[in-house]
């Protein structure tokens, strides 16, 4: 879990070092490890004996929580539970957060899992207790037969219910409950097909709750404040979160009534992100066109929308991947023909994620490029293919952080949960091997069936979910290249930006933030 990149990561979170005005990359909402251990209990609302101590504010009244994992977890652990980007601390925010008052009465601290947390700045909480349940999710992963850490993990999935009804009432522990729920507690079980409604309406709820804590919902917050304040996360993800609840509610379980409620409800939500100058909407119309590449090039995000109508005509490297289909295919179908060959290459090179899918093996990976350089032991299996690529700017000399090119296999009955990619970026598909049924990603408010030997392309940092109902694995040839609209970043020799990049720039390069470079990856 050491050579962690960022390819599967959430999108990444720009903090401001106004002197350099330059945007130091934070670890990402969204953290993802490949659901390898036993599915947590049934949520309760009570906090278990065995790892609570309750801290009492003036009057008796309870206010804060000290969750104490036992056994096999050590909360003073060097170890992170994701490889995230290297940055200098700064205070944050820039500004007192809203309603605070210096001179209120003092109230004990927030300590949870021998930690810590503020009653202010969130995000610093929301990194604490990621960190805090990513130490004892990993640890029963990499020992699932430790009754100790097992009884840790089952007493977290236990408070994260008791813990959500109180950052209710501390809004400085919304943002990072809302995302421990979203990360680890999406599936009813480690082999559901069904999402926990529950936890998807109660962190769509407490992100609600964080964007007031921010003062992200004050239509004269500076566009400046906003970024730093991560409002445009915040406000993404409350819709991706309200909405998929909305939409299974209404597609899946055709519960009408539950469906309306929570509809009604983001119909608000979206309403209200309407009004606000810095909303980074294009056209306003529908929640699902929320995406991040519009901070960027929202030109280009404007004309294509999350899928590319002419992909042939707009990206060179889509044709050169269907001319090129009968070798890639052959290296495909030589790897396969290994026993155990495509596991093992995904051992070694798959990224860290959290609840991505109800299985861990529901999407499996074979990563030939990363941040511009070739992984040998991918190569090695099928070098016609990596000398393709390595011929192609938009893969080789593409350095983003977020970029890498390889197979995806997803197995039959497989799924994806609703998510956002990294941006700068943009993502090309390849259809290798795609059997019969119901095998369909839904990217914003479009949705995408793949071909053999054709191209797909979709801008993924639009919330984008997969299905695979049918009965044979489906694999892909996968490039996360650099945005065509970069001007320098996956470029050749005297290429220039296509036409459709044309117009305003981005509140990113507006204000002059640009992602630093993530930190060299460790060996593993």
Same mark, same amino acid.
């Given at each position: ?6 390819? !599967? ?12 005005? +330059? ?83 003092? $109230? ?54 008791? !813990? ?51 003062? #992200? ?13 991560? #409002? ?5 993800? $409350? ?13 899946? +379980?055709? =519960? ?17 992100? +309407? ?69 093992? $290459? ?15 093996? =529901? ?22 293919? #990596? ?98 609209? =970069? ?23 507006? !204000? ?13």
């Amino acid at each position: 879990l050491s050579s962690r990149s960022p390819e !599967l990561q959430g999108h990444q979170m720009p903090r401001v070092d106004k002197k350099r005005r +330059r945007c130091h990359v934070m670890p990402p909402l969204q953290p993802r490890c490949g659901w390898r251990g036993r599915w947590p209990r049934a949520a309760s609302t009570a906090w278990p004996a065995w790892c609570l101590t309750a801290a009492l504010a003036p009057g008796g009244r309870r206010v804060a929580a000290q969750v104490v994992p036992t056994g096999g977890v050590n909360a003073g652990s060097e170890g992170e539970p994701w490889d995230s980007p290297g940055m200098p601390r700064q205070a944050f925010p820039t500004q007192a957060w809203p309603g605070h008052q210096s001179g209120m009465q003092a $109230l004990p601290p927030l300590v949870i899992g021998g930690v810590e947390f503020s009653r202010e700045d969130d995000i610093e909480n929301m990194e604490k207790l990621s960190e805090l349940f990513g130490r004892v999710f990993y640890t029963s992963i990499l020992a699932p037969g430790d009754a100790s850490v097992e009884a840790a993990w089952q007493g977290l999935s236990s408070d994260i219910w008791s !813990l959500a009804e109180h950052a209710m009432q501390v809004p400085a522990l919304a943002l990072s409950v809302a995302m421990c729920l979203y990360n680890y507690f999406w599936w009813e079980g480690p082999h559901s097909l069904e999402p926990r409604m529950e936890s998807g309406w109660t962190a769509a709820q407490l992100m609600h709750v964080a964007l007031g804590h921010a003062g #992200c919902r004050d239509p004269q917050l500076p566009a400046m404040e906003w970024y730093i304040r991560q #409002c445009h996360l915040r406000w993404r993800y $409350l819709l991706m979160l309200a909405g998929e609840v909305g939409r299974h509610l209404a597609v899946q +379980r055709r =519960d009408v009534a539950a469906a309306a409620r929570v509809l009604v409800q983001l119909r608000g939500f979206f309403g209200e992100l +309407r009004q606000l100058p810095n909303s980074g909407l294009l056209h306003g119309v529908v929640p699902h066109e929320v995406n991040f590449n519009a901070d960027y090039y929202p030109a280009a995000v404007s004309r294509q929308g999350p899928v590319w109508k002419s992909p042939l005509q707009d990206l060179p490297v889509a044709g050169f991947l269907e001319a090129n289909f009968a070798t890639i295919r052959g290296e495909l179908d030589a790897i396969l023909a290994s026993k155990g060959a495509f596991r093992s $290459l995904d051992e070694q090179t798959r990224n860290a994620e959290t609840q991505f899918g109800p299985r861990g093996d =529901d999407w499996l990976t074979a990563y030939m490029f990363r941040k511009g350089e070739a992984i040998p032991s991918v190569c090695a299996r099928a070098p016609r293919t #990596c000398e393709l690529l390595q011929s192609r700017p938009e893969v080789a000399g593409c350095k983003a952080g977020g970029s890498g090119a390889g197979f995806l296999r997803m197995r039959p009955g497989g799924r994806l949960k609703p998510h956002f990619g990294n941006a700068p970026r943009l993502s090309v598909h390849l259809g290798l091997i795609v059997p019969d049924g119901e095998i369909r990603m839904n990217v914003g408010y479009e949705t995408v069936r793949w071909e053999e030997g054709k191209v797909v392309v979709f801008d993924d940092t639009f919330i984008h979910q997969v299905v695979h109902n049918g009965v044979e694995p489906r694999y892909v040839m996968n490039l996360w290249m650099c945005h065509p609209c =970069d001007p320098e970043d996956g470029k050749g020799p005297g290429e220039r930006v296509p036409a459709y990049c044309d117009g305003p720039p981005g509140m990113m390069h507006q !204000l002059g933030l640009q992602p630093l470079p993530p930190r060299q990856q460790q060996s593993a």
